[in-house]
Nanobody, 115 residues
Framework: QVQLVESGVGLVQAVGSLRLSCAAS????????MGWYRQAPGKQLDLVAF???????KYADSVKGRFTISRDNAKNTVYLQMTSLKPENTAVYYC?????????WGQGTQVTVSS
């Protein structure tokens, strides 16, 4: 059973920066992908970025050049560094670990970007 715990400060002014962390407990043997998703009020859950087990990354077009996903294998942790934040980035952010026999989600972190 892989359990994920997210952390990070959730309130920031526009053009500011914020880093979210997501730490896994339990074995993540066979990890395929670590990702971040977000859901804005009244909207669907959207992919923000993911990093594969081999280190490849993919970003939503809207965050390319501003957000960076990274991982610390020793800590079973994935990070999302967000810069040049905009009010439209306000959403609940969820991390996800998908691998051999598991598809786990974090509890969600409210990120609010004020103008």
């Amino acid at each position: 059973q892989v359990q994920l715990v997210e952390s990070g400060v959730g309130l920031v002014q526009a053009v500011g920066s914020l880093r979210l962390s997501c730490a896994a407990s339990g074995s993540i043997f066979g990890i395929q992908r670590m990702g971040w998703y977000r859901q804005a009020p009244g909207k669907q859950l959207d992919l923000v970025a993911f990093i594969t087990g081999s280190g490849s990354t993919k970003y939503a077009d809207s965050v390319k050049g501003r957000f960076t996903i990274s991982r610390d294998n020793a800590k079973n942790t994935v990070y999302l560094q967000m810069t040049s934040l905009k009010p439209e980035n306000t959403a609940v952010y969820y991390c996800n670990f998908w691998g051999l026999g598991y598809d786990s989600w974090g509890q969600g972190t409210q990120v609010t970007v004020s103008s």
